[in-house]
């Protein structure tokens, strides 16, 4: 299937309040449900993708769809007392935890949390050393959103993308696929208590998306150089990553 015609089938929310709606419903439990389904991976594959964008001492980063603020504290540990983190997330929800979770390790310093729209930014030109995008991207339009990281890059900043890919291994791939839609929905159900079926729109969102090649090609065309991808849990997710 051409990449026009898997996007154009891709199950997206049709409006932004059905997005806010989906994790709303899971904000409070959010973190336990992604260790339990994960098997407590995503915090090794977060963790991966902060050593790839390479926070230095004092850079200012940026993490957009930051969610819970997992990695946006990873960042702040790394740049220091002298650094500063800016979290992007327009879930006010999920937000609320991210708070809770900066206080809990003494962040306030470091981190701010701003409520926005990652295909619209609220921040300035080439304001930030660093940016990093973690499973959120197949949720966007991704043109808009990659111009967005670009823009509010510096010049010879870096952004690394994490996300989730359909596995290239067939057998594998079947097998990650009944989990995805036979076990997945069934654990997040349970531990968030969900009535709005995000758990059985994720799989979709997955299924039908880019090929990690066709993502590296649309980071290329918004401007970024030295683009390279690699999978990470036999190419359940991938990290992608390039320079302005």
């Known amino acids: 299937m051409a990449q026009e015609e898997r996007l154009k ?9 059905t997005v806010q709606a989906f ?10 449900a992604n260790s339990v389904i994960s098997m407590g991976r995503h915090y090794g594959w977060k963790r991966r993708a902060v050593r ?12 957009v769809c930051t969610g819970t603020n997992d990695v946006a504290i990873m960042l702040a540990k ?22 809770f979770k900066i206080k809990k ?33 197949r949720h966007l339009r991704i043109p808009k959103h990659f111009a967005e990281l670009y823009r509010v890059l510096k010049p010879g900043g870096r952004v690394v993308v994490l996300d989730f890919f359909e596995p290239p291994n067939a057998i594998f791939r079947r097998l990650y696929f009944f989990y995805s839609y036979h076990i997945l929905p069934r654990l997040g159900n349970l ?17 039908l998306y880019y090929r990690p090649e066709d993502f590296a090609d649309e980071m290329k065309k918004a401007g970024f150089k030295n683009v390279k991808y690699y999978p990470l849990f036999h190419g359940v997710v991938y990290i992608h990553a390039g320079d302005k």
């Not at 994790?23 to 336990?32: L, Q, T, W």
């Open 105 to 137: 390790f003494g962040l306030q310093d470091r981190i701010t949390n701003i409520q926005g729209d990652a295909e619209a930014l609220p921040l300035p030109d080439n304001e930030f050393n660093r940016a990093t995008v973690a499973v959120a991207s």
């Open 78 to 99: 790394k740049v220091g007392p002298t650094g500063r983190v800016t979290a992007v997330d327009w879930n006010k929800d999920m937000q609320d935890v991210g708070d």
């Open 23 to 32: 994790f709303s419903s899971v904000a409070r439990r959010y973190d336990i």
């Open 9 to 17: 089938n891709v199950k997206r929310p049709e409006t932004e309040e």
């Open 191 to 207: 531990i968030t208590r969900d009535k709005t079926g995000v758990y059985s729109y994720l799989p979709d969102s997955v299924k």
């Open 52 to 63: 790839e964008v390479n926070p230095q001492p004092g850079d200012k980063c940026v993490d």
